[in-house]
């Protein structure tokens, strides 16, 4: 047996969804949309790498029989949020800055100063020199990927994500468990930090008065969560309804529309939408929303 092939069914037997990566690179190995011939798993519509992405081991051994394919792990589908620790980026003279900490020692002064310890879970080196860390999402959670938002160099990735497999290869390394362990839960403080409902209560109760605050802050915190939530098939109308449901609450002062905008452009790549879309949708809800309550709520 091949070891690529055995890192995706190692992956698999933990319960984490893989699928093929171009050999000796991070890129997907499967067709993109442009390219579908609506054949085979895209019968019915070109599915992506996230929806296809499997635990079956036949389909495992059928696809990594054919070639020494890298191995991704989806996150979403996995019930994963995995905490990627970066190294510095090079400057075009091809050297690092000795200021610029590393992700790894951003993460531990955050936990520090939320006053754990570094938690113990399944972690992977990747090929550039970082850490991987690997966490269960709690049950009903649905978090999309994030970049900056815990701490410098330090992203995470969950619905719309993936990273690459222990056992995966490429020209600058290999990606190599680091430990045995399972992953463990994602820890409640990592959790507030992610989720983009609280975020944005948290930005809404200072910037809106007293008076106005609590009732749209609690309106935003639970739009922003319906969002964040929704299936695939219903985001973009799900997005399209709060942004209207929230543009009068810009309209009548109580809510900055840079607040609203910031929530719920979040909660809508968490739950699996482009930033394009999100753009999009939003603009032509808010718009017309505002326009359409310009008159105070009991106004005659």
């Not at 019915?44 to 394919?69: L, N």
């Not at 995966?168 to 430990?179: D, K, R, V």
């Not at 905008?261 to 753009?279: F, H, I, K, T």
């Amino acid at each position: 047996m091949n070891a690529h092939l055995t890192a995706a069914l190692d992956a698999a037997a933990r319960g984490w969804h893989v699928f093929p990566l171009r050999p000796g690179t991070k890129r997907p190995a499967l067709h993109g949309e442009t390219a579908c011939p609506g054949t085979g798993p895209c019968e019915r519509g070109h599915r992506k790498w996230e929806q296809r992405a499997t635990t079956d081991p036949g389909r495992i051994r059928a696809t990594w029989s054919r070639a020494p394919y890298n191995v991704g792990i989806a996150t979403g589908p996995s019930g994963l949020v995995v905490v990627d620790l970066d190294l510095p980026k090079n400057d075009d003279k091809g050297k690092g800055s000795s200021d610029a900490p590393c992700g790894a020692a951003s993460f531990g002064a955050l936990c520090e100063r939320a006053g754990h310890a570094v938690p113990d879970t399944y972690r992977t080196r990747t090929a550039s020199g970082g850490t991987h860390l690997y966490f269960t999402a709690p049950p009903g959670v649905r978090l999309g990927n994030s970049a900056g938002t815990v701490a410098p160099l330090v992203d995470t990735r969950a619905w719309g994500g993936y990273v690459v497999a222990a056992g995966s290869t490429t020209p600058t390394g290999a990606y190599e468990a680091l430990c045995d362990s399972v992953a463990a839960p994602l820890p409640g403080w990592l959790l507030t930090i992610l989720t983009p409902a609280q975020r944005a209560a948290e930005r809404a109760s200072v910037a809106v008065p007293v008076q106005s605050r609590s009732y749209a802050v609690t309106a935003l915190a639970n739009e922003s969560r319906n969002v964040a939530s929704a299936v695939t098939g219903q985001r973009e109308s799900t997005l399209f309804r709060a942004a209207r449901a929230l543009g009068r609450f810009v309209a009548w002062g109580d809510l900055p529309r840079s607040v609203v905008e910031d929530a719920l452009q979040g909660a809508g790549e968490a739950a699996g939408l482009s930033a394009s879309e999100c753009r999009s949708t939003l603009r032509s809800a808010l718009n017309w929303s505002v326009a359409h309550n310009q008159r105070r709520r009991g106004a005659a």
